[in-house]
């Protein structure tokens, strides 16, 4: 059974640096698939965040790139996002989830991490 | 960046009854269309890929259908459980986009 657990901060200062790390149980991150990160603000829709391969090639929202950083820990078993320069339109419930290559439909989810910014 | 748009944004249907979603691309996607369930505090749940394959564990009543720049998610006969909101998703093109979603309520 595949499980994805987010973990980090809560609340994050306007202008830092949101951190947060995704750990995978029941599956080798470096057995393949994508792993990635999307987003929900509080109310609101999904927006796709970035993406990366165990190999460690990275796709990212290009309205978020210049702040996004999707790292990979194969050794963990973990991936980790982290976003610079925060504002309050960050707030958001962030998941992590895994894609299938070549057709990067989410199918494992993890329950979701709400960070707040705010000072 | 291809622009996703669901409609409409509320549907009221009874339990029974038939739902129809829709979710339109701003160019073709081909037939790489997701659907998403999500239920009030919880992550989304994948229902249908490639546009009209059920994920593991999808009942039935759920089907998709369209390529292209159309698509339909269909829930044959709706149950408690499915009063949700919807999302559908396209994989075909970097940056992946989402609809902005149905919310499906009770009439």
């Known amino acids: 059974q595949v499980q994805l657990q987010e973990s980090g901060p809560g609340l994050v200062k306007p202008s830092e640096t949101l951190s947060l790390t995704c750990t995978v149980s029941?599956?080798?991150?470096?057995?393949?698939?994508?792993w990635g990160w999307i987003r929900q603000p509080p109310g609101k829709g999904l927006e796709w965040i970035g993406t990366i391969y165990h190999s460690g090639s990275t796709y990212y929202n290009p309205s978020l790139k210049s702040r996004v950083t999707i790292s990979v820990d194969t050794s963990k078993n973990q991936f980790s996002l982290k976003l610079s320069s925060v504002t309050a339109a960050d707030t958001a419930v962030y998941y992590c989830?895994?894609?299938?290559?070549?057709?990067?439909?989410?199918?494992?989810w993890g329950q979701g991490s709400l960070v707040t910014v705010s000072s | 960046e291809i622009v996703m748009t669901q409609s409409p944004a509320t549907l009221s249907v009874s339990p029974g009854q038939r739902a129809t979603l829709s979710c339109r691309a701003s160019q073709s996607v081909s037939s790489n269309l997701a659907w998403y369930q999500q239920k009030p505090g919880q992550a989304p749940r994948l229902l249908i890929y490639?546009?009209?394959a059920r994920a593991t564990g999808i009942p039935a009543r759920f089907s998709g259908s369209g390529s292209g720049t159309e698509f339909t998610l269909t829930i044959s006969s709706l149950q408690s459980e499915d009063f949700a909101v919807y999302y559908c998703q396209q994989y075909n093109n970097w940056p992946l986009t989402f609809g902005g979603g149905t919310k499906v309520e009770i009439k």
């Open positions: 989830a895994r894609a299938t290559v070549g057709a990067p439909y989410s199918d494992y």
């Open positions: 490639g546009a009209s």
């Open positions: 029941g599956y080798s991150i470096s057995s393949g698939y994508y």
